[in-house]
């Protein structure tokens, strides 16, 4: 079945520094690609997505580019602030049957220190 | 245009009893998906429904969860006989047909004492 495998948290970074967060996935078919972020006591929000390959999203400073050839959409932001502190969830979405679902990374912490 | 509610927030239950967690999704949205997040982990998806119709339950547990979605009136998903391995944030989802993304609500956080 479909999977998402996201990089281990919690990463901590000092403010302004660059931000990776890898995310590779497991599918049968051709997915849409999503990031969801999540804050404290929050549900998630959609930070950005990508429909095909090579596509990029990009949104608040963040983008990731859909790469089938080795399957990621790795999340990046260039310079980040206290307040990107969260969990960000990579994710998938599964077309098969007529469903829409998600498939979801466990998620990966970030904090980000003055 | 008010996002995707849930009510209520948080839900305190004892074991054995019942857990009705409620979802209202955006204006202009029929379609509605039930996510479980255990406590560290990732969202997991329980079921996809339109109105009267359930599309997708493969995620549901077999037995006690059972889920929703009337003509008029919020989702519910309903867990009967809780157990303490029931705690957990409940999120609803929703969004317009022909489209990939959902919208999340607030969640649910449901504790099993």
């Known amino acids: 079945g479909d999977s998402v495998t996201q990089m281990e948290g919690p990463v901590t970074l000092s403010e302004e520094a660059f931000l990776t967060i890898n995310c590779t996935y497991t599918?049968?078919?051709?997915?849409?690609l999503f990031w969801y972020v999540q804050y404290p006591g929050e549900g998630l929000q959609l930070l950005l997505k990508?429909?095909?390959?090579?596509d990029k999203g990009s949104n608040k400073g963040f983008e990731a580019t859909y790469r089938k050839e080795t399957t990621s959409f790795h999340l990046e932001k260039g310079s980040v602030q206290v307040s990107d502190s969260a969990v960000y969830f990579c994710?998938?979405?599964?077309?098969?049957?007529?469903?829409?679902?998600?498939?979801f990374g466990t998620g990966t912490q970030l904090k980000v220190e003055l | 245009n008010a996002g995707v509610m849930q009510n209520p927030r948080h839900l305190v239950r004892r074991r054995g009893q019942e857990a009705r967690l409620r979802c209202s999704p955006m204006?202009?949205?029929?379609?509605v998906y039930w996510y479980r997040q255990l406590p560290e982990e990732g969202l997991k998806f329980m079921v996809y429904?339109?109105?009267?119709?359930?599309?997708?339950e493969s995620g549901m547990p077999k037995e006690r969860f059972s889920a929703e979605f009337p003509k008029e009136g919020p989702s519910i998903l309903r867990i009967q006989q809780v157990v303490r391995g029931d705690s957990a944030a409940y999120f609803c989802?929703?969004?317009?047909?022909?489209?990939?993304?959902?919208?999340f609500g607030p969640g649910t956080r449901l504790l099993v004492l």
């Open positions: 429904l339109q109105k009267e119709n359930i599309i997708d």
């Open positions: 989802a929703s969004g317009p047909g022909g489209s990939e993304t959902q919208y």
């Open positions: 599918a049968t078919g051709y997915p849409s």
């Open positions: 994710a998938l979405s599964d077309l098969t049957g007529g469903g829409n679902k998600l498939t």
């Open positions: 204006k202009g949205h029929s379609h």
């Open positions: 990508a429909t095909k390959a090579d």
